[in-house]
Every structure is written in structure tokens, then in C-alpha cells.
């Protein structure tokens, strides 16, 4: 046996070594990737549904928050007017 053929043997080793350590890792990675088509379609339906929630939870927030803060705004547009109407009387007085 000369040295060729304890490197070819060593190859050969080498590849059988490899192979088995990525076996498991290339085994882990097709099975993932098949769950992940299989939850694909449930995943849908429920994010589907998360986001009409999603969605009544930001009407609902919207008209709740313009009912709170009309009345302050209805109040500060209120003032806003009696100001300027002041302001403008007592200008004519004066001038």
C-alpha cells in the first residue's frame, strides 16, 4: 500500500466525517422549512383576524379620543374668539 492510497483512504474519511455532520443539520433545516409551509396557511387566518381586531381597537380609540378632547377644544376655540373680539373692541376705544 503506498502513500496514494492512505490518501485517498484519508479522503475518503474526510467526506464520510462531513457528510455526518451535516447530515443532521441539512435533516433539522428540510423538516423546518415543511412545518413552516404547513403553518403558513394558519398563520394567515390568524393574522387576518388579529388585524381586524387590530383595527376595531383603532376606531374605537379614535372616536373615544375625539370625544374626550372636543370639549377642550371646543373651549379653547371658544376663548380663542372672545379674545379676539375683546382685543378688537377695546382697540377701537382707544384708537
Same mark, same amino acid.
Given at each position: 500500500?503506498?502513500?496514494?492510497?492512505? $490518501?485517498?483512504?484519508?479522503?475518503?474519511?474526510?467526506?464520510?466525517?462531513?457528510?455526518?455532520?451535516?447530515?443532521?443539520?441539512?435533516?433539522?433545516?428540510?423538516?423546518?422549512?415543511?412545518?413552516? *409551509? #404547513?403553518? #403558513?396557511?394558519?398563520? $394567515? &387566518?390568524?393574522? $387576518?383576524? =388579529?388585524?381586524?381586531? =387590530?383595527?376595531?381597537?383603532?376606531?374605537?380609540?379614535?372616536?373615544?379620543?375625539?370625544?374626550?378632547?372636543?370639549? =377642550?377644544? *371646543?373651549?379653547? =376655540? &371658544?376663548?380663542?374668539?372672545?379674545? #379676539?373680539?375683546?382685543?378688537?373692541?377695546? &382697540? &377701537? $376705544?382707544?384708537?
Amino acid at each position: 500500500m503506498g502513500l496514494a492510497v492512505w $490518501r485517498d483512504l484519508a479522503l475518503m474519511w474526510l467526506i464520510l466525517w462531513t457528510f455526518v455532520a451535516i447530515l443532521p443539520i441539512s435533516v433539522i433545516l428540510f423538516f423546518s422549512i415543511k412545518g413552516m *409551509h #404547513r403553518l #403558513r396557511p394558519a398563520t $394567515r &387566518r390568524a393574522l $387576518r383576524s =388579529a388585524q381586524a381586531k =387590530a383595527q376595531q381597537v383603532s376606531d374605537v380609540t379614535g372616536r373615544l379620543g375625539a370625544k374626550a378632547t372636543a370639549p =377642550a377644544i *371646543h373651549l379653547r =376655540a &371658544r376663548a380663542a374668539q372672545v379674545e #379676539r373680539l375683546s382685543k378688537a373692541i377695546f &382697540r &377701537r $376705544r382707544e384708537g
